[in-house]
C-alpha cells in the first residue's frame, strides 16, 4: 500500500447503518475507493480494522449512549478530520426529536420500565457537535450516493467538500415543479437543506425533511405560513421536528411556551 | 417588419414542416401550470397559456449542466445543451427576459455557453392574454418590436404574423402557400381592436418611474427588515425570474481516472453563500440586505445601465414567493404603503 494515501476510518455510533450501508452500496466504485484510499476501519465491510491514526474519520449515528460518547471522543483524538454522515450524526436524527430533557426522561423509563443498564449509559440523542468538533456535515437519511462520492473525492484531493447550502425548493425549481406549499401541502422543502435533487416533490409528494435543517432554517416563517393554511398546530410541529433533531429545540420550546 | 395571416387549419401544417429542421419547443401542460418542452405531437401544445413555470432562459443555460470535463491533461469543453432548437410560443416579457439576457451574456462579457446555445435557437413568439399578476404593461414589455423570429398574433380563427429576422423568412419560405401577404381592412380592424382590448386588461400597475428613487430613498426604511425575517431564503425567486442570471461553479471529482465536471448551477443572491467570501466573511449576512440588493438589481440598477427595469412584469415571482415576497409587495411598502402581504402581519403574529 502506498504511504502518502488518506487513511480514513468508517464508524457507525446509534444509527441504522444506513449511511455505512449506502457506502458500501456504491459497488461499482467500491474498488476505486479502497484504491484511492487506504480504508482503516469499516466494520460493516471487513474485519481487518485499526483504531490508529486517521486523515479522516467518516462517522454516523447520533451520540445516545455513554458508549458511543466515548467512542466519539476517542475517534476526534485520533482525526484530522471528522466529518458526520447522515442526519443523525448531522442533526441528531429521529431519536433526538424528544426536545424536553424531562419528555425524554419519561419516554425512557415508559419503553425501558428499569432504566439502569447494565452495559452503557443511555443519554439523550444528540448530534456529533453536541461533543465534538465536526469539520464537514453529509446530510441525509441516508446520504446519497452522489454527494457521498463527491465529498470523498474533495477530501482526497485535499480540497474541502462543497455541499448545497441552500434548501430543497432550489433543487425543486430546477425540476420545474409546480410548489406543493403554493398549492396548500404541508412541504418543508424551505427548511431542509438540499442534496436530494429534491426527489419527494418531483414526484408529487411534500418534502418530510430527511435531509435535516437547512442552515438558514426559517422556523418562524414557515410555521406562521402553514398557521394561515389552517394546519394544526401540534401537527405542523411534530412535522417539523421529526428530521429536525435538536436544531428545531429552541423553536418549539418557544412555541410550545416550555421553559427550558 | 413584414406581416403575413396564416389561417389556423395551417397551424399545424406549418409546424410538421419546420419541425423536421429542429427541435421544437413549446408549451405543454404539467399539472395545471404549464412549461416549455420538447413536443413531437402538436396537440400537446397549448395555445392559451399565461406564464410557465420556469421561464425560457432554462433551455439556453439549463439549470444545472456541465460545462467541461477535465484530468491532468487538460479539459474538453461539454455543450451537449446546444442543440437546434425553434422555441414556439414565447410571449412578449419572456422575449425581453431573453434580451435582457442577451445583454449580459453576449456583450461585453461574452458567454459561450449562452452564446452557442442562443445562436442555434430560433424564438416564435405568441401573443397573451393577461391575468391578474401580469403586470407587463407597467414595465412597457408587454409589446414587443425585437428579438423574435417570428411573432404569432393569435386573432380565433387565424394569427398575423411578424416576420422578425431573416432566419424567421425563411421559415415560411419553407411553406410559402400557407401564408397570405395581403391584409383585408377587416383583418387588420381586428388586430387592432384585439390590441385594444388586451391593453386594458392588465389589472396590476406598479409605478416603475417612481422605484429608483424610491430605492434611494427607502434604502433603510424598517419593512426590509420585516421582509427579511419573513424571507425562507429558498431562492425560488431568482430560479423562475427570467432576468436572473447568477450562477456558481462546482468542481466534481471522481475515482479511477474518470474525468473531473466542472458544473455551473443557478444561484441566486437571495441564498446565505452568494456573498460569502474566503476567510468566511459575508457582506451580506442578513436577509434583508440580500433581499435589498435585489431589489436594487430590478428596480433601480439595471435602469442607470439600460434605461429600463430588469423586471419584464412576468409575475412569476408573484406566484411562487410562498411569502408574497415580490416585485408588487414590495414596490407597495416603498411607496409608503402596507401591502398586506404575509410578511407584514408576520410580527403581530410571532407569539409563542
Ligand atoms: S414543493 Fe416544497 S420543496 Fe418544492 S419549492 Fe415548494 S416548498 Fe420548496
Ligand atoms: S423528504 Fe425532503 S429531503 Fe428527504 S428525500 Fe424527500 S424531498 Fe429530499
Ligand atoms: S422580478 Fe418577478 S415579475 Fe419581474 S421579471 Fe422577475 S419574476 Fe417576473
Ligand atoms: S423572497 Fe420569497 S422566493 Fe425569494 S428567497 Fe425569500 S422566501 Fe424565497
Known sequence: ?260 | MRIVKLKKEYFHPFLDVISRQAELWAPVKKGDKHIFDRVEDFNRIEMKTTRTLLPPKKLLVPPAFNTFTFNAEGYQEDLSHVSSKILFGIHPCDIHGLLTLDKLFMHEYTDPYYVKARQKTLILGLSCWPDEYCFAKSTRTHIIDEGFDLFFTDLEDFFLVWVGSSQGDDLLRMKPDLFEETLSDSDIQRYIRWQTERDKAYRTEINFMAMPDLMELKYKAPFWEEAGRACLACGSCSMVCPTCNCYNVLDKLALGGKPGRRLRLWDSCTLVEYSEVAGGENFREHKADRLRLWYTHKLQAYVSKYGKPSCVGCGRCLVTCPVEINVRTISKALEGEDPKAFWYRLPSEVKP
Not at chain 1, 446509534?14 to 474498488?31: K, R
Not at chain 1, 410541529?237 to 429545540?249: P, Q, V
Open chain 1, 1 to 260: 500500500m502506498k504511504k502518502d494515501k488518506l487513511k480514513i476510518g468508517i464508524y457507525e455510533l446509534t444509527g441504522c447503518a444506513g449511511d455505512a450501508l449506502l457506502i458500501l452500496d456504491c459497488e461499482d466504485e467500491l474498488i476505486n475507493i479502497f484504491h484511492a484510499a487506504d480504508i482503516r476501519s469499516f466494520l460493516m465491510a471487513k474485519s481487518d480494522n485499526i483504531d490508529g491514526e486517521l486523515d479522516v474519520a467518516l462517522v454516523e449515528g447520533s451520540v445516545s449512549t455513554e458508549r458511543d460518547l466515548q467512542e466519539l471522543l476517542d475517534i476526534r483524538k485520533r482525526s484530522k478530520v471528522l466529518v458526520a454522515i447522515g442526519l443523525c450524526a448531522t442533526a441528531g436524527g429521529n431519536q433526538a426529536a424528544f426536545l424536553d430533557p424531562r419528555e425524554w426522561e419519561d419516554n425512557l423509563k415508559k419503553v425501558y420500565g428499569r432504566t439502569e443498564m447494565t452495559h452503557t449509559k443511555p443519554l439523550q440523542s444528540k448530534p456529533l457537535n453536541a461533543y465534538v468538533k465536526v469539520d464537514h456535515y453529509l446530510p441525509g437519511c441516508p446520504i446519497d450516493r452522489e454527494q457521498f462520492l463527491s465529498t470523498l473525492t474533495r477530501l482526497l484531493a485535499g480540497h474541502p467538500p462543497e455541499l448545497h447550502r441552500f434548501p430543497v425548493c432550489v433543487e425543486c425549481k430546477w425540476r420545474e415543479n409546480d410548489c406543493l406549499l403554493n398549492r396548500g401541502i404541508l412541504c418543508l422543502g424551505p427548511l431542509t437543506a438540499a442534496g436530494c435533487r429534491a426527489v419527494c416533490p418531483s414526484h408529487n409528494l411534500p418534502c418530510v425533511g430527511c435531509w435535516g435543517p437547512a442552515e438558514e432554517a426559517n422556523y418562524t416563517a414557515e410555521y406562521q405560513l402553514l398557521m394561515e393554511k389552517g394546519f394544526d398546530r401540534e401537527m405542523i410541529l411534530r412535522k417539523m421536528s421529526t428530521f429536525s433533531g435538536t436544531a428545531i429545540a429552541d423553536f418549539a420550546a418557544r412555541i410550545r411556551g416550555v421553559k427550558k
